[in-house]
């Protein structure tokens, strides 16, 4: 299995542009190589930037095709990743609210 195959087996997304950009800005350099145990922070912290990118997409309808991501759910895996790895504790900034807690961090 490559990276970008274990990308999108935690994922069941498929956009190649999305991906690439996504692999790239995590510093994962070689989409076809080998995925390994040593990739799998990088992998999961990409997994978490792509449930960023699908939280912000619009409900999309042509036919009978319609997509609509569970926004609520997406974010809830995203914020468990980043805990996982230890790049979100457990407070958080809300955009035109404030801190929730004491200690800001950004989601």
């Not at 999108?8 to 991906?19: A, G, I, K, R, V």
């Not at 999961?44 to 939280?55: C, G």
């Not at 036919?63 to 895996?77: E, Q, T």
Request: overall charge negative.
């Amino acid at each position: 299995m490559t990276r970008l195959e274990a990308l999108q087996s935690m994922l069941e997304y498929e956009n190649d542009d999305l991906l690439a950009k996504v692999m790239i800005d995590r510093g994962i350099s070689d989409s076809t190589a080998e995925y390994s145990a040593a990739d799998q922070r990088s992998i999961e912290l990409a997994a978490a930037d792509v449930y960023l990118a699908l939280i912000a997409f619009p409900k999309f309808r042509e036919g009978s095709k319609y997509i609509d991501y569970a926004k609520g759910a997406l974010m809830s895996l995203r914020r468990e990743l980043l805990k996982k790895w230890g790049v979100l504790q457990d407070t958080v900034i809300t955009p035109g609210i404030g801190n929730l807690n004491s200690n800001p961090q950004v989601w």
